[in-house]
Nanobody, 122 residues
Framework: VQLQASGGGLVQAGDSLRLSCAAS????????MGWFRQAPGKEREFVTAISWSGGTTYYSDSVKGRFTISRDNAKDTVYLQMDSLKPEDTAVYYC????????????????WGQGTQVTVSS
């Protein structure tokens, strides 16, 4: 499977962005999905995840209340709505797909897409 994240950009603190993740080679609609990010000089960290049905979501404490993960299985796309962005949200954002079908979003994740850069200026 090839995952492609898109929608990143350069914004100011307090602005919003919506990232999208699409796939080729495997439908996303029956897999839990996650978003991760990696800032320069730091390890990749978990941001959020969603079950295959969309009924369960998980967020890291650093983004809870500001970011929203969602999915449109009819469009085979997963979204990350990022509001109230902060400079510390600056990173390359990656989407990932769970290894097994019908997962609830807790992993493990076995495929990672090309990331999209998000830069938040102060």
């Amino acid at each position: 499977v090839q995952l492609q994240a898109s929608g990143g950009g350069l914004v100011q603190a307090g602005d919003s962005l919506r990232l999208s993740c699409a796939a080729s080679g495997r439908t996303l609609s029956t897999y839990g999905m996650g978003w991760f990010r990696q800032a320069p000089g730091k390890e990749r960290e978990f941001v959020t995840a969603i079950s295959w049905s969309g009924g369960t979501t998980y967020y890291s404490d650093s983004v809870k209340g500001r970011f929203t993960i969602s999915r449109d299985n009819a469009k085979d796309t997963v979204y990350l709505q990022m509001d109230s962005l902060k400079p510390e949200d600056t990173a390359v954002y990656y989407c990932a797909i769970e290894a097994s079908r019908y997962g609830v979003g807790r992993g493990p994740f076995d495929s990672w897409g090309q990331g999209t850069q998000v830069t938040v200026s102060s």
